[in-house]
């Protein structure tokens, strides 16, 4: 009996992995953040379109906003700024876009010829905020919750869908328990 | 016989091809610390900073330490490991620094933990497994009359 039931077993045990392991739909390279249910790392920065204004998660507490990390240099935010603005036109939660290792000039030619999503745009030209919100690359997208704390991460650019089905329940949720 | 010795050889090849995939440092010694700035002013600083840069993966290529990765994350990170260093903090205050920010993936060799106990397990389960196999295969062919 053993003989037959081991190597099935060991056979179903590798359909799993390989169900798991091979699914087209997990990045490999997409790693969860410890910092969920954590307080959002503190900063306060300068705002690229006015250096006399400073961008702090301190102000900015009590309310849910989208901290988008972007840069110039970044092909794949140049994709999901169409997206990322018509976020912005339906006015539910402001979007901060951290501008990430970047040239405060070159970003703000691509805030005025691409539009400008932000309801700020904190200055992170040496990345040391960055390291704080654990980002290893751009675009990555947070949501903070009314209390300062990091409710969900998505790497990647942003999409209609992603925004749907990922964000908008999760501000709602966010929005009602607080 | 011949089988016998065709599976023995093929046996120490794999575990022989398994050692040495499994010692990536044989290919990273050759390469020196790339580094943006001048050594660190304390010899024995610039040991801790060689090792725990070597001990911390980057995240951006993710199979290169942040010692051999010359993308800025990496730079950035060597810049965060030595200034913590200078300012003399302990090599597990740093890793801890890292890990409370990008996870337990970011340490090439993560502590031992119930998360962990299958990374750090299974070579030894595995070493086991081959072990009774090639147990039970050589004990039931010795017990088999000479073919030729």
Known sequence: MWKFLLPFAAFVALVVLFAFGLNPNRDIHELPSPLIGKAAPEFALTDVLDPTRTVSTAALKGQVYVLNVWATWCVACREEQEELLAIARQHVVPIIGLDYRDNQDKAKLWLTQLGNPYAAVPFDGDGRTAIDWGVYGAPETYLVDSHGRIIFKFISPMTEEVWEKEFLPRIAAARSGA | ?148
């Open chain 2, 1 to 148: 016989m011949i089988r016998f010795r065709a599976l023995l050889t093929s046996a120490l090849l794999l575990t022989s091809s398994l050692v040495l995939c499994a010692s990536p440092s044989l290919a990273q010694q050759a390469s020196a610390t790339w580094d943006d700035h001048a050594q660190l002013p304390d010899p024995r600083l610039q040991t801790r900073f060689e090792r725990i840069t070597k001990e911390l993966r980057c995240l951006v290529c993710q199979n290169e330490s942040i010692a051999d990765s010359n993308v800025d994350l990496a730079a950035d990170l060597r810049r965060q490991v030595r200034e913590m260093l200078v300012a003399g903090r302990s090599d597990d205050a740093i890793f801890k620094f890292m890990t409370d920010r990008y996870g337990e993936f970011v340490r090439f060799a993560p502590p031992l933990s119930a998360k962990t106990a299958l990374i750090w397990g299974a070579p030894f389960f595995m070493l086991l497994l081959g072990g009774l196999i090639i147990y039970r295969v050589v004990r039931q062919r010795s017990r088999m009359p000479i073919d030729e």
